[in-house]
């Protein structure tokens, strides 16, 4: 009986261990967990999560359902989850030096699985949510997620195939305060669905084995706020993430990694003279925009690098003997048309859409191919391309009714051959993009990054894009397409290699040294988009990437005033950028000493922490303009603009009543008059502006303005007209000798003639100097 009652206890007292609450601490975060598993309590410095809610540490996606486990069972800090139909999942969880580690250790019954949810996990804290690095604080504390491999995706399932257009999901707001999650899908089965965001149908999809769902694996942490780049750093070093570094110091802590730098086409040649443009400004890295003759195996373009590989690696050791960085541009997993990877034989890792079968015997001459199954071969895409075996084929349309046939075919295209095919052969539609380029699938792509490595370790490159990031959607992986692309380069390349995205994106936040917008940038400082880049910041900063303001196009007609207008911007946000620009565009500048020298200031104050906190907020306002002038070793003046600024809108007035608007602008000294004017509305255009000037000076400026267009006038005897997308459209020669600010007040009158119907207001502004600060660097140059 005694031997009974002890065998009843041990068995209650192992039941109860098995199915009883669980407690997980580490620095920073406790996790409560009930007797099903889910999550109870987030404790940081204060509890975190939302009063009667709780959580799922993991689910799965079986078509379009998510499923809970039915039941759950611990063993010591190991969780089994069974969900019932044979499915069941063990995660192993760690305690690690400030974060809790969770693994997916063993999996059974995956090929009933789509994919496996971590999360999510709610929190009431929300005063800053990073999307995308998967952070959310307040001013106190701070609670994060972090995927810890490429196949584990921070943020929602929103697609079927991982892809998330928008800027992340990582983190997000909800109506209780914000939310972290992540998933895995299971990419070890063969697929054929609609990927690229929604964009190719039918895709195929093969299995891969390396992104089971086993093995996926996230950290969770909390910490007060000013620590949490000190964990992220910890736990990128500790679990093998990507840790890129530029001159030794992390990424996410190096002033190199957002310094700006030219973008050119510079060759063997004339590298020498582009290393002296980029000394001129004081930038440190020269980028060539578009070196490749091929996207793929990367050849460089003979006529600008006749030595090939050898010649780019004379120009890197040219650059680094005068301390400057070599960059090159490309896109990601584009596959250009002239790669070795499709002519003569195409490589048989291309990526396919809507394969079907040949349903009649093919000549190598026919013009018309007979297919089984036509279902969205109607669609167009760029290309028009199929493959069937060796060769590839271009088609116009497909017929309507049956027999299906893809009709005005073009056989052997892109340097392949025309051949017979038999029945039954596989066509397939090949992925493509408005480039006109092709895509790799997974395992192809691989050999693309190896390619890439190679020639970044020959040469000795030390910076790239990824531009077109989101081709890694075209493997069919989605945002994991992506991320391997940018881990496995970081891998193999053999040296320090500063890059950036357009593209913000979970994992790939480790690889990154910095996100940057390209387009449009072809416009003047003040267009281009540049409110949405300034915009952007915000998210820079909040996600904890160092902040970029773009590309921008310096013109032979770009000003100082254009110029310092972007670089006031990039004090205020810290901010770094990319200039493009070409030899005869520096020689065309008049002003180009004077833009340089201001480079050279405002980067050096910025660097070296001149503007207190008020400076920049101000710096950062679009309406405000700047001049910084060094007036010691580590000191300067800062000049504030102010600006008179008026508006005339396009109204209906009497017969004889004149439309126009008067404004007083009182200057401290006798200067030339900087005016600015603008069409701002949704149509039509300004086809007159006239300009009286302290009621002796009369202009007429044939301006023919549309929408977003400028009239600029800085002083000379010429008025620049500006298109709506900041193109220099046209100047216009003037008698301007009276166009002279007298010390005191001048009076400005302002009269337009728009066109019928136009639904624009002329708006505009005079520019002087006001107010000036004398400004202390604070940090040793």
Known sequence: MKNFVLTLALTLWASFGLYAQKRLATQGLTLQFDSKAQITSIKGLSELMPANMKAHLIRIKQGSDTLTATSVRWKGNSCRFDFGQGIKLTVQSAKKKGYLRFDLAKVEGESKIDAVLWGPFPTTVSETVGEYVGVIRDAKQAFGIQSLNAKTTGGKLKNLDGTDPSRGTTATKE????????FCLNRNKERQMTIWNGVVPRAHVKANPEEKIQGSAIALFATETPKVLDVLERIELAEGLPHTTINGVWSKRSPEANKPYLITSFTEANIDQYLDYCEKLGYNTLYHGHPFKTWGHFELLPNQFPNGWDGMKACVEKAKARGIRIGVHTLTNFITTNDAFITP?????LMMFCVTKLSRDLKADDREIYIENPEDYSRKNSLQALRIGDEIIQFAGVSEEAPYKLLRCKRGVFGTKASAHTKGATVGRLVDHPYKVFFPDFEMQKEMVSNLARFLNHTGVGQIDYDGHEGGWGTGEGESGMDYFSEQLTKEVRHELRNGSSRSNHYYWHSSSYLNWGEPWYGGFTKSQGHYRYKNQALLKRNYTPNMLGWFLLTPNTTLEEFEYMLARSAGYDAGYALYSQHKNFVGNPELDAIAEAVRIWEEARL??????????????????????????????LTHFDKTEFELPNLMVQPGQPNDVSATVDSKTKQPLYLTLGAVGKSGSIKKIILDFNGYETLEIEADLPPNGAVIYRGGDEFIIYDGKGRLKKKIKADTKGLVLDSGANTLRLSAEFESGADLTLKGYVRTPGKTETLKSKRPQ
């Open 175 to 182: 109506s209780f305060g914000a939310s972290l999650q992540a």
């Open 345 to 349: 034989k195409p490589h048989p890792g």
């Open 608 to 637: 070296g922490g001149v503007f207190s906190e008020e400076q920049k907020a101000l710096l950062q306002d679009v309406n405000r303009e700047f001049r910084l002038k060094k007036t010691g070793d580590q000191s300067y003046v």
